[in-house]
């Protein structure tokens, strides 16, 4: 590998990584998914081929997009109340609003 494409290689690596920490969300899937992602970039590090080097590249581009769009379009669900849950979504606006003239949300009952 040349050290252009292992700088590249390099920055692809981090990049997926910080979006395995920020989008997995429990704790026991992410450790398997980074050992995963490094376990490959270990066993890959030795190619010489650029064109598969540049496949694999591009592949881990690939998901670092995917798994920050998925973000993305969850947040985006999320703010305009789409087809999830918005139970507790709205008792987090019915207490801000009612906090800001002043009143505090009773607790609800749960047997």
Do not use: C, W
């Not at 920020?22 to 650029?50: C, G, Q």
Request: no cysteine; charged share 30%; glycine share 2%.
């Amino acid at each position: 590998m040349r050290s252009s494409e292992a700088l590249q290689a390099a920055k692809v690596y981090r990049e997926l990584l910080k979006a395995v920490k920020k989008h997995i969300p429990k704790e026991d899937a992410k450790k398997r998914f980074k050992e995963y992602v490094t376990n490959e970039f270990r066993n890959n590090s030795t190619l010489s081929d650029p064109l598969s080097v540049h496949h694999k590249i591009k592949l881990a581009r690939d998901y670092t997009l995917l798994l920050n769009s998925v973000h993305h379009h969850k947040d985006l669900l999320f703010s305009y109340n789409i087809a999830v849950d918005r139970s507790e979504e709205m008792k987090r606006v019915l207490g801000k609003s009612a906090a800001s003239v002043g009143l505090q949300l009773p607790d609800v009952y749960q047997p």
